[in-house]
């Protein structure tokens, strides 16, 4: 299955956007991208997902590559409780396995 | 939604011993995951299931790991014969089979330390 690529850490000031990139230069036409964040102690945490159109929630927005190779997640204005470690991964429409790699860890600077 | 509900929250065992995860997903979620996390590392795929029937199960997983659903509700996890590198989070997640908002809702784990 196709696979992400994501810097290791990030580091944002609180009250800042903060902009989490994602390559994911495999990807196929039926392949949605999703994030995930986690806390410590916790599951990982839907936060958004997408297929070509960009995508907004309360939580999030998700920006999508017009070529579909790459992704990023905006958190508009970041807080303390942000800082988690954020996955973003691949899962196409027959819901099976879905693979997760090390994510990005987010630090938010008070 | 109550959300995906994992027992128990922590399980300290003896090499050697058998242990046993229970999960118990979102009511309506036709599918139902397992994965294995351990510290500084993403989620790792061990097995899924669709109602009853398990469809996939990683590589990795050795032959003292067992899952099982069923009636395609609660799962569990089993682990025999427990080694010290089975020390580890084990994470349960549900999802809808089809449609385009099938997000994982994952559970909080139970985690394993194998001493």
């Known amino acids: 299955d196709a696979k992400t690529t994501q810097p290791n850490s990030m580091e944002s000031n609180e009250e800042e956007p903060v902009h989490l990139p994602c390559n994911h230069s495999?990807?196929?036409?039926?392949?949605?991208i999703h994030w995930y964040r986690q806390l410590p102690s916790q599951g990982p945490e839907y936060v958004i997902h997408?297929?070509?159109s960009n995508v907004n929630n309360r939580m999030a927005s998700l920006a999508i590559a017009e070529d579909r190779k790459s992704s990023t997640l905006i958190l508009h204005r970041a807080t303390l409780r942000d800082a988690a470690v954020y996955y973003c991964?691949?899962?196409?429409?027959?819901?099976?396995?879905?693979?997760f790699g090390d994510g990005t860890t987010l630090t938010v600077k008070p | 939604d109550t959300g995906v509900s994992q027992d128990p929250r922590h399980k300290i065992t003896k090499r050697g011993q058998n242990v046993t995860f229970r999960c118990d997903p979102i009511?309506?979620?036709?599918?139902l995951y397992w994965y294995r996390q351990t510290l500084g590392q993403g989620p790792e795929f061990l097995t899924y299931?669709?109602?009853?029937?398990?469809?996939?199960k990683s590589r990795l997983l050795s032959d003292r790991f067992s899952a099982e659903r069923p009636k395609g509700s609660f799962s569990t996890l089993e682990i025999q014969r427990t080694e010290q590198g089975d020390s580890a989070m084990y994470l349960c997640?549900?999802?809808?089979?089809?449609?385009?908002?099938?997000?994982?809702?994952f559970g909080n784990g139970t985690r394993l330390t194998v001493t």
């Open positions: 997640a549900s999802s809808l089979l089809q449609g385009i908002d099938s997000p994982l809702h």
């Open positions: 495999t990807i196929s036409g039926t392949d949605y």
């Open positions: 997408g297929l070509t």
């Open positions: 991964i691949l899962r196409d429409t027959n819901a099976g396995k879905s693979t």
């Open positions: 009511s309506e979620h036709n599918r």
């Open positions: 299931f669709q109602n009853e029937a398990q469809l996939e």
